[in-house]
């Protein structure tokens, strides 16, 4: 983003940065807003407004609206800024990754259609509404991933129309309402053999659009938009993209008409960018509203993550043996649920997956903690088996059903009968950033007091192996969670890491493992953001001393002292410091003679997300996000976004160092200049070249000062694995019903010629094959595959299907991921929305409006399949009254010969007396939709509305919803004729129209 960013500002080392690619740039295509910050970079246009921005402002902008808007309804005063938080921003980042994927991923970067462009307008309106159907569709499904992806799409080509076409050349000053409207009045698209532009030479064009493409009078304006390279082929005299980077530029007619950028180099009217960035931006923000309205306050800000606490995640051993953990879960649940009773706003979502062999799930979700409550406690601990269990498969399904950033606590006593499953699992941690824990109660060396406790609990068929839990170790350890090994005596106090973990506003100081039998040392800074820190250490330690920023230390294995209490249980070290905590750096060593796991953590809203990500160039110039692993030994860009600074706040990040696994300095990388004050709802990204990217497992270390000079540092918890493959998904099509769908990807390989197997997985079962499918990759070469997926007949629409790919090298450990999430949408869906027409409107409104009402008539109908929903008052002081069925036509006629007076006497009479079977529902504005699905069996049946209000609110708003999720917003008005949006060319029925329709429906009712 290029708005008030400041990202390079006294960094002249990083302009190197884009010299050489800005130099291969000039030789490879671009089209479209410019996808990300990068980009202005690259395109040296530093002032213009990217996909990324335009969209993250809009994000924010309606959030906000949303919490004022959510607040004044509870009667609430704001007390301060809403911190939206690490959750939020991820949130955020996910809408616009699939936006800047529309310009990456090669499905769609060169077609037309996701874009706008060689005036393919129709297939692109038709592509704009499916996006939104299987948007709403998500939402109500509760799949939120899937639904900001599509939201993501639905943006980066409603976007790219004020961009591309030649709307903003018309003198349009609003928005295109048709593009998600379809009854709104459409602009015709120049026929193929209509020429749109002339001759331009120069890098600015101006005014060379043919006059008729510039027309402001309704009746003769033309819609096109820019053609773009070779496919497909471009018209003579047709408009190009145009810019240095389209090489369709030089055909006739010459030059371009894109509003991309800034620059004349790559925007032939770059002089009307700001003008169709604002249209884009307005266009954006109506969606965002348009799906607040349909999906509802509350779920909008679901959607987004705002606010959101850790969702509490138990993945739970049910067999026989299992009581005293199913008992201390239950304990923790409870004691969460109370410390969140005084804040509901932030009760978060519970989740339970119980297992055992051969038996999983089913899964148990609520946002409701005493239900949630209600459910454990009918939790029971029976029967028994061999002593694998499905654990790996809980863990993929509790990840699947869990929200990014989440903390999954599994409770057993078991190792895992599916290890199979491995690969997917530790895909899925990856790829949500969520932590795993296990709280093992049984022992890890195999003792014989071990194997006489599994004998009494367990039928054995084998010996079992030493290292039996170690992928739940390998797990934990790359997904920054903690691996405990303790007893049943223990477990009731062992869980109070449930508790620690899953409190609001968690960050990570430290997180390293040892293996060192000699004295290790290990140090995390401590800023003054920071209360209540913690320290975690599993194993067994036989020294631990504690040392302040003061050089004050505490032996805590021998001795109480005025720096840390210490809980010592079976298994896990539990460190508080104790208050007043010094700011500043601690140093912690501890000696042991075996593996130790150190996690220390405070309360504090600063964190921060990252990624990496690689220059790209296919079509748009940008910085691509790079999925999966990151590969090792090459150059990347490391993108950074620090959460949770408050607007009086200062803080600077100057650089960031990658830790490896037992936290050691691997490379100090500088992150461009940062140092301004922050913004609550700021979204900037700090960028650092890490050259080359390490060999070994890492994490990342981000350091920074406050506004006072004093040193803040995070630590992310995952542990990356650098890898030399890749696997990146080509398309993510959308499944429908009883019907098969290919997905495509390639494998790139980053070493020498060698064999490679490809795994597939799926959490419905889709898949006709999944593998493994071995096949040769040359040496720096790619191998392009895809798999079938099978959709069943029976499958909902809106459900999300999770598939995860998983390749390996068959000669090193090399390997990595990609997981893609394919949404059901129904066969042929309906994107057409309602429809609600002005039957009759009373109005005679004196000078002194508070003695006088008006009314207005109304018939709502769907012209589409899916048949009315939901209606609600969104504005207006008046009453709404919904009707099944028409008043009688008599009525009709002579309510319409009456005086003023004699009219709302008349109405009043058969409100309260003559028609009660009539009437349904009646509204008024903040009150929730009203349903009314099951008013009728017939889909095609409309029904019947009157609003009256004083003449002192001359205004109102009416929305309505079929079942598919298309809405309309009905504006109604004292003086109005109709009650369409704003358009023209709209029907102006009266009472004549009102009792025609009348008779025609009501022998039908």
Known sequence: MSQGRGIWVGSTKLVSWFILPYLLLLALPCMGFLPNFWSTVLTLSWDSHTHQYITEQAIVNVTQETLRGTRKLQGKHAKGETRLGRG????????????AAMDFVSSTMSDPVYHFDSERVDSAVVMLRQFWTQTVLSVRAKEYQSARRSLGQLFHSLQDFYSHSNWVEMGQRSIYLHLLQPEQPAVPVAKEDTPTCMECFSHTCRNNLLPRLTSTQGDSQLLTTGYFGTFPPKPQGKCSHGGILDSSRNLGAKGGINKDSTSPLFSPHHYLHVKAATLATEATLSVLRDLRDTVGHTTFLKLFSVNQVPALVFVMDTTGSMFEEITAARLRAHSIIRSRANNPEQAGTFLLVPFHDPGVGPVYETEDPNQFMQHMESLMALGGGDEPEMCLSAIQLALTHSPPLSEIFVFTDASPKDAHLFDAVKALTLEKQSKVTFLLTEDANGTTAGRRRLKRKRRSKEPLSPDRFSLYSSLSSLSGGLTIFTTNSDIHRVSTIVEDNTAADKVTLLHVESDHETMSVHSFRVDSSIKNVTLHVTGTMMECILTSPSDRSQSLLSEQGPLAELEHFQGLYRISLLPPIQPGQWKLQAKSDGHLTFNVIGDSSVDFLYYFATVTNDTHPGLARMEGSPVAGVPAFLVLAVTGLASEEEASFSHVTLLGAEGENLQHVKLNSSSSAASTYSLEELVGLVDPVPRVPFCVRLTGQDSKGNKLERVSTELLHPTHVQIQVLSVPRLVPGHSTVVD??????????????????????????????????????????????????AQAGATVTLILTVHALDSPDSNYAVAYLTVV?????????????????????????QSSWSVSLVVSDTGRSGLTAIQLQNGEGILTLFHSPPPTEDTLEEAQKGPDQKQVHRDEITNAGHHHHHKATLQSGDPPVNVSEWSLDSSQPLWARYTSSCCSAQAEMLVWDAAGNMKRCHLTSGQQRTESSGSGRLKPSGVFFFLFALLWSPLL
């Open 88 to 99: 939020f921003r991820k949130a955020v980042g996910e809408v616009v990754k699939s936006n």
């Open 745 to 794: 990807f390639d494998i790139l390989n980053h070493g020498p010629e060698r064999l490679f197997s490809l795994t597939a997985d799926d959490n419905c079962g889709y898949l006709r094959t999944k593998g493994p499918h071995r096949f040769p990759v040359a040496e720096q070469g790619s191998f392009r595959g895809q798999v079938d997926l099978l959709t069943s007949a029976e």
């Open 826 to 850: 129904p066969p042929d869906s309906d994107t057409s929305p309602p429809s609600c027409s002005a039957a009759r409107v009373q109005s005679n409104c004196p000078s002194i409006c508070n």
